[in-house]
T-cell receptor, first 113, second 108 residues
Framework: KAGVTQTPRYLIKTRGQQVTLSCSPI?????VSWYQQTPGQGLQFLFEYFSETQRNKGNFPGRFSGRQFSNSRSEMNVSTLELGDSALYLCASSAITDRVGYTFGSGTRLTVV | SQQGEEDPQALSIQEGENATMNCSYKTSINNLQWYRQNSGRGLVHLILIRSNEREKHSGRLRVTLDTSKKSSSLLITASRAADTASYFC????????FGTGTSLTVIP
């Protein structure tokens, strides 16, 4: 079966712009989580969605938002981009919500210039 | 703050040797998982150990968990060049946190 698909794979944006990243989970998976990975901060938890509801949110400013659709696909949006938002954004899906055995996508590499 | 901290940050060994990575965490957990990440790619789930388990094996991987010390170790036996990657522990309690990772280099 298809894995977790993240689009786009690479993205270059200018400071002040906004960006939307997409994640399609494995078919049947209803839990989707987002992480930001940077060399300095490692993997930081952004949000977790289950059945279109945000279940948990990490310690990120309000510029970072997300949502999940009825087909479990998820999007995250970052508004007013800053240079420090440059990172690899990873999406992970799971069939259930006890955070067992996440499957990760290959990520979206965002560069803010 | 992050839940897990891996030690060492970087490890370089010869092919065939064993590699041991340690993870310490701060609060109570439901389970602890180890993931592997090849450069610039997504993470791959390796093994999960539940809080009531002390040791688990999967192929060349051996994971131990000591909840009294809030620590876990990942042992990769008979390492191969293809094991070169970053390894992360992740703890699951009220939220899901990743450690800082150990960068493993296996020299052929």
């Amino acid at each position: 079966k298809a894995g977790v698909t993240q689009t786009p794979r690479y993205l270059i944006k200018t400071r002040g712009q906004q960006v939307t990243l997409s994640c399609s989970p494995i078919s049947g998976h209803r839990s989707v989580s987002w992480y930001q990975q940077t060399p300095g901060q490692g993997l930081q938890f952004l949000f977790e969605y289950f059945s279109e509801t945000q279940r948990n949110k990490g310690n990120f400013p309000g510029r970072f938002s997300g949502r999940q659709f009825s087909n479990s696909r998820s999007e995250m949006n970052v508004s007013t981009l800053e240079l420090g938002d440059s990172a690899l954004y990873l999406c992970a899906s799971s069939a259930i919500t006890d955070r067992v055995g996440y499957t990760f996508g290959s990520g979206t590499r965002l560069t803010v210039v | 703050s992050q839940q897990g901290e891996e030690d060492p940050q970087a490890l370089s060994i010869q092919e065939g040797e064993n590699a041991t990575m340690n993870c310490s965490y701060k609060t109570s957990i439901n389970n602890l998982q180890w993931y592997r990440q090849n450069s610039g790619r997504g993470l791959v789930h390796l093994i999960l150990i539940r809080s009531n388990e002390r040791e688990k094996h999967s192929g060349r991987l051996r994971v131990t968990l000591d909840t009294s010390k809030k620590s876990s170790s990942l042992l990769i036996t008979a390492s191969r060049a293809a094991d070169t990657a970053s390894y992360f522990c992740a703890t699951s309690g009220n939220q899901f946190y990743f450690g800082t990772g150990t960068s493993l280099t296996v020299i052929p």
